[in-house]
């Protein structure tokens, strides 16, 4: 049996410009290698940003410890932590002239800088943080830390229990409208009824909090 070849990282070592960042200013990232903490997928590297008026102070503070190129774009040190598919998701190429200033930031990097912590772990679910620690593990663990530490066994627990609610709800509505047509009469459709609800109640139990 011919033996299953790693899946290649897309990321590492790319010009990328994740859609998840854009709206704080990240027009661009080039990433190394993944390393998985606490169910996240962290990544250091370096990224190019772009002033915007609800993280101006953080991108001050910055911008006084490195020169802010004549496009009002700064380079800065950034540790990303994503779930594995938010990971994945962060495979959109950087083109053109955000491509040339991320190679370029690259090969530059300004150790001495803070680095800046971007998290995705879902749609409404991205934050922008300065660090104060130096080593990127700690940095997200101290974010970890400030914020909660995501239970992500029973997120996948919840996201399983959401997936059979859902196909209950199908299969009572089936019994409730075809249960004369099957042939199983008025008990069919009160069990499709009973299905029902309780894959609404499993639904509500299962949503995020």
Known sequence: MAERLPRPDRVEGRPLSPRAFRTFGIEAVLLGPPVVQEG?????????????????????RLAATAAVDPDGLLPVRVVVAATPARDRAMRVPAMGERATRIQAAAGHPN??????????????????YLAEEEDPAAVLDGFLGRRGRTDFARARRRSGVGSLASLGLLAGLVLVIYGSALDLGLAGQLAGAGVLVASLAALVAARPR
Not at 49 to 57: D, K, L, M, N, T
Not at 113 to 128: F, M, Q, Y
């Open 111 to 128: 150790g001495s800088a803070p680095w800046v912590l971007l998290v995705d772990e879902g749609p409404g679910e991205t934050w922008l």
């Open 40 to 60: 996240l997928v962290r990544r250091e590297g370096v990224a190019v940003w772009r002033r915007i008026a609800e993280h101006g102070p953080v991108f001050d």
